[in-house]
Structure formats: structure tokens, C-alpha cells
């Protein structure tokens, strides 16, 4: 099972992970509001070993890979 899953997002329920360095937060940096992942926006989840769900959603722009910021392009497919 892959550690890391890629999706877009089903409802936009799911808040970004990264509180503190979402891209997307709130301008004041002391208020640790992640932001709402918009419904249809790439996410990046991981797996959660005991459960083995996949969770922590953040957004594509705000995923980090170990202490590197990675760069990925992705092609979406319409889904019409």
C-alpha cells in the first residue's frame, strides 16, 4: 500500500495539515487556521499505519516530502 495518496478533493470538508505553513491560511501568522480544501483541488494524503486510512490532508502546494518542498506537476483529467 503506498504511503502517500493524490486526489481531488470529494467535498471540501477536509482542512489543510499544514496550519502553520498553509499557503492558503490566514495572512496573520499567529493564527493557526488551516485552510478549507476545496472541493475539486489536488490533495496529498497519508497513510495512517494503523488504520491503514489515508488522512492529514493538505494541499498539493503545501505537501512536503521529508525536509524537501516538492515540485510536482499533475495533468487532471476532466471527469466529464
Known amino acids: 500500500m503506498p504511503l502517500y495518496k493524490v486526489e481531488l478533493a470529494k467535498s471540501g470538508r477536509s482542512k489543510c495539515g499544514m496550519a502553520a505553513r498553509c499557503k492558503f491560511g490566514e495572512d496573520n501568522?499567529?493564527?493557526?487556521k488551516?485552510?478549507?480544501?476545496?472541493?475539486?483541488?489536488?490533495?496529498?494524503?497519508?497513510?495512517?499505519?494503523?488504520?491503514?486510512?489515508?488522512?492529514?490532508?493538505?494541499?498539493?502546494?503545501?505537501?512536503?516530502?521529508?525536509?524537501?518542498r516538492v515540485?510536482?506537476?499533475v495533468r487532471v483529467q476532466s471527469r466529464f
Open 29 to 32: 501568522p499567529s493564527v493557526l
Open 34 to 68: 488551516p485552510h478549507v480544501i476545496s472541493k475539486d483541488t489536488v490533495r496529498v494524503g497519508s497513510i495512517d499505519l494503523q488504520s491503514g486510512a489515508y488522512g492529514r490532508w493538505v494541499h498539493l502546494e503545501c505537501w512536503r516530502a521529508g525536509n524537501v
Open 71 to 73: 515540485r510536482v506537476c
